[in-house]
């Protein structure tokens, strides 16, 4: 592979890598949602479920954005 083609196969497997660890996230928080007998686990796990979410909707389209071709330089 050239130089060029390897930056953008990092750059994909960091926008992949960055859903899977949002998934994983809202998973791990579901798990403690369900499993929590108190409160404030439960508010924990709701918070990490509504920031992994956050992490799925924005962090791959702002990587995407950041990494975009210029115009003219393809």
């Known amino acids: 592979m050239t130089d060029p083609d390897v930056h953008v196969r990092n750059r994909y497997f960091a926008i992949v890598a960055a859903r899977i660890g949002g998934s994983a996230g809202a998973l791990l928080g579901l798990v403690l949602i369900a499993r929590a007998d108190a409160t404030v ?30 115009p003219g330089d393809e």
């Open 41 to 70: 686990p439960k508010v924990i796990g709701t918070a990490l479920v509504l920031s992994a979410l956050l992490m799925i909707a924005i962090l791959p389209r702002a990587l995407a954005r950041r990494w975009r071709t210029p």
